[in-house]
């Protein structure tokens, strides 16, 4: 039980330092890009040919090119990008990669002459060493009622499953709980430690019922296909005929398999009537 529990502090704190690092390079991405904007307005070649990658691609309405002749339109004034007016923004990390899809109204001077475009802007960066560079921008012409695709939020995706998977214990409802549970899932009690098979037969033949779940607290931190929730409950259960009620705090690991979350581990933690 010692093991287990030191092993899933050191898995909590490895989770959320790298979410916040995530949520880091997100604010790092949002900041680069809008400074890209201001620098393209300004025609710093300098700051722009050190953001942009050897090998990165520009893609516009009227052709694609690389980095040196990008460089070369913003520095002439063939394309002057005078002003972008950003409206919504997403970030997606994926490793040393991010995407920045970005919405903007782009105010140009092109061939003499001031346009003004609605525009959905398409960023890839690559961090190498502790930089990020531009390797991709595309513009995709769209009109002014466009929408950015808003993130996905698994973090109340997996609140919810938690949410059902207390409601099937309660209803002993083995088949939904079956399909739930992953393979090689562990449940970690008070009384001992096992896996899927003895906790489904356990609760299947009633001796824990999980009668109710109160639930007070919940935090959920999700990286790449991997979720921690933490959950501070008062839990109702019948145990040996007995009704009993613990605070607990309970620690649920799912995995994402296939496109479905499945829960992996499930630990209770007794707390102390004040702890909070």
């Excluded at 990390?93 to 782009?106: K, M, P, Q, S």
């Excluded at 921690?228 to 649920?252: C, D, K, S, W």
């Amino acid at each position: 039980m010692y093991k287990i529990a030191i092993s899933l502090v050191f898995i909590l704190f490895g989770i959320q330092y790298a979410h916040s690092q995530e949520m880091a390079f997100e604010k790092e991405i949002i900041e680069l890009s809008k400074a890209k904007w201001q620098w393209m307005s300004e025609k710093n070649v300098d700051k722009l040919a050190s953001l942009f990658h050897d090998k990165s691609k520009f893609v516009h309405m009227s052709g694609t090119w690389n980095k040196d002749r990008e460089l070369e339109i913003i520095e002439s004034g063939s394309i002057w990008y005078k002003h972008a007016e950003v409206h919504d923004v997403v970030v997606e990390i994926f490793g040393n990669t991010a995407v920045l899809w970005n919405r903007i109204t782009l105010v140009a001077h092109v061939r003499g002459d001031d346009v003004s475009n609605e525009f959905t802007v398409t960023e890839i960066y690559k961090r190498e060493e502790s930089n990020w560079k531009l390797l991709d921008l595309t513009f995709s012409k769209v009109r002014d009622t466009h929408k950015i695709a808003t993130k996905a939020n698994p973090e109340n995706q997996i609140i919810e499953l938690s949410k059902q998977k207390w409601e099937w214990m309660s209803n002993k409802n083995i088949e939904k709980l079956e399909g739930l549970f992953h393979e090689n899932s562990v449940f970690v009690h008070m009384g001992g430690s096992w896996g899927k098979d003895k906790e489904i037969d356990i609760i299947n033949s009633g001796m824990i019922h999980y009668k109710k779940a109160d639930i007070h607290e919940v935090s959920v931190n999700v990286i790449e296909n991997t979720a921690i929730l933490l959950n501070r409950i008062t839990l109702l259960a019948v145990v040996g005929g007995n009704e009993v009620t613990n605070p607990f705090m309970v620690t649920e690991v799912y995995k994402k398999v296939n496109g479905e979350y499945k829960l992996a581990s499930l630990s209770f933690t007794k707390l102390s009537e004040g702890d909070k």
